[in-house]
T-cell receptor, first 114, second 113 residues
Framework: DTGVSQDPRHKITKRGQNVTFRCDPISEHNRLYWYRQTLGQGPEFLTYFQNEAQLEKSRLLSDRFSAERPKGSFSTLEIQRTEQGDSAMYLC????????????FGPGTRLTVT | DQQVKQNSPSLSVQEGRISILNCDYTNSMFDYFLWYKKYPAEGPTFLISISSIKDKNEDGRFTVFLNKSAKHLSLHIVPSQPGDSAVYFCAATVSGNTGKLIFGQGTTLQVKP
């Protein structure tokens, strides 16, 4: 399977703990996106990478959130000092530079903060 | 502010009939629109797109219509099949931008056999 993969699929953590999610995009895709989806809503843009450069961050991405894509391949999203409001599905997507809007999504990581 | 709106949370259609899903947007800078389909426990899957220079794009059973003056687009599925039952998201973006997509809230389509 050469689609976008995300790990873990589910994460339950206690408030105040740090969590890290991983995304492996489709190998030839140079663009990588993180979105967050809460119940009854569509995905909301968080941040975007072109190769290893993080080129845009949403105002939704507070200082507790950090994302990296160190070698322009996989990406990690870390949330520090988690809050209950961080509970959501975190989706990763990738695309080719020539067709940036046709994004291929992974299955997501569902985070529950208790 | 919700820049892309799908005002119908759900839609139920009989197999073989037409399904029409609607989407409205407010940002006049949007010039590229997409529909994604999402099954439970999976990420959204790209379905069809349309540029603002067109008013219609067709791909098999799926057709997207764009009315720029009304800031409205719709997805027609003909004929509808039970396998089309899913959540459908409308998305919009500004071309030449980062590729950031702005999504609507989604419409759950149920196609009854």
């Amino acid at each position: 399977d050469t689609g976008v993969s995300q790990d873990p699929r589910h994460k339950i953590t206690k408030r105040g703990q740090n969590v890290t999610f991983r995304c492996d995009p489709i190998s030839e895709h140079n663009r990588l996106y993180w979105y967050r989806q809460t119940l009854g809503q569509g995905p909301e843009f968080l941040t975007y990478f072109q190769n290893e450069a993080q080129l845009e961050k949403s105002r939704l991405l507070s200082d507790r959130f950090s994302a990296e894509r160190p070698k322009g391949s996989f990406s990690t999203l870390e949330i520090q000092r988690t809050e209950q409001g961080d509970s959501a599905m975190y989706l990763c997507a990738s695309s080719l530079g020539g067709r940036p809007y046709e994004q291929y999504f992974g299955p997501g990581t569902r985070l529950t903060v208790t | 502010d919700q820049q892309v709106k799908q005002n119908s949370p759900s839609l139920s259609v009989q197999e073989g009939r037409i399904s029409i899903l609607n989407c409205d947007y407010t940002n006049s800078m949007f010039d590229y629109f997409l529909w994604y389909k999402k099954y439970p426990a999976e990420g959204p899957t790209f379905l069809i797109s349309i540029s603002s220079i067109k008013d219609k794009n067709e791909d098999g059973r799926f057709t997207v219509f764009l009315n720029k003056s009304a800031k409205h687009l719709s997805l027609h599925i003909v004929p509808s099949q039970p396998g089309d039952s899913a959540v459908y998201f409308c998305a919009a973006t500004v071309s030449g931008n980062t590729g950031k997509l702005i999504f609507g809230q989604g419409t759950t389509l149920q196609v009854k056999p």
